[in-house]
């Protein structure tokens, strides 16, 4: 609602230094006209069949990201330099998105300590899906174990009932159903979530019917963190556009909050005596 924030507001507000000021989920710049654009890192670890992921995970899913208005939608990778997160990306970054599977202990504890405190200390948003439940940035984010029940590639359908319609994550989406995905079974070793967004139904191949939970998230220091279980490689979920449109949710739901920036604190005296 840009008529909220006049001119005058913004510049009286001191976001010279500020730089921007969000509003829901638009950002302003400093002008107080133009919106100040955010930024999501789409981060997987390139180990996902090429049949299926030409381009890898991460591609997909920031694919799905493109009707995100005033969003940089950018692609990370553990085989790029810096494992895909250099000091500046990381520190620009307003929201990441993580897969991993099978190269989880390749990611250096160096840069897991800075996700985690760009997190908890600065509300940088997290979204694992999949199989980065055992990624270590969600471990260490969480602080539990963030293992299933179970894992079990059978092909199962999956249909997903949204359980709580009111949270942003799920705005329009209706339940829908994939018609194969890898099943994690409950429990899912993790803190009470703030929210329980999405609930889960398997059908297994021989026709037994299992609950599995899907989406969940949480508040953790500053930072907003969701969890979605679909995503197993074999299968083109993240081309399927109810899961698009829950990432599109996730992503504006997860990016920090920035209040509008206080006054400026009066400049230390420097002639004040000692
Ligand atoms: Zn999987």
């Given amino acids: 609602m840009p008529e909220l924030i006049t001119r005058r507001t913004v510049l009286g507000a001191g976001l010279a230094a500020a730089g921007a000021v969000l509003l829901g989920d638009t950002a302003f710049s400093q002008q107080g006209t133009a919106p100040a654009r955010r930024k999501v890192v789409v981060w997987s670890e390139g180990t996902a069949p090429k049949a299926v992921y030409p381009k890898d995970i991460n591609t997909a899913i920031a694919a799905g990201l493109k009707g995100l208005r005033n969003w940089d939608v950018v692609t990370a990778s553990l085989n790029d330099p810096d494992q895909g997160l250099n000091d500046e990306l990381l520190k620009s970054a307003d929201v990441i998105i993580w897969w991993g599977h099978k190269r989880h202990d390749e990611v250096k504890q160096e840069l897991v300590a800075k996700i985690v405190k760009r997190v908890k200390e600065d509300g940088m948003g997290f979204i694992a899906t999949h199989s980065a439940h055992y990624s270590k940035p969600l471990k260490q984010i969480l602080g539990t174990n963030c293992g299933w029940n179970g894992y079990v590639n059978d092909g199962s359908k999956l249909q997903v009932i949204v359980k709580d319609s009111n949270h942003p994550i799920a705005r329009g989406v209706k339940d829908f159903e994939s018609p194969h995905t890898e099943r994690y079974g409950d429990p899912f070793e993790v803190p009470k979530p703030e929210a329980f ?78």
């Fill in 197 to 274: 967004i999405f609930d889960g139904i398997y059908t297994h191949p021989d026709g037994t019917v299992e609950h599995s939970q899907q989406g969940m998230c949480w508040t953790i220091g500053k930072g907003r963190v969701f969890y979605f279980q679909p995503g197993h490689e074999d299968y083109p979920m993240y081309m399927q556009p109810e899961i698009q449109m829950i990432f599109r949710n996730a992503v504006r739901w997860a990016g920090p909050r920035r209040a509008p920036a206080a006054a400026p604190a009066a400049p230390a005296d420097a002639n004040k005596p000692a």
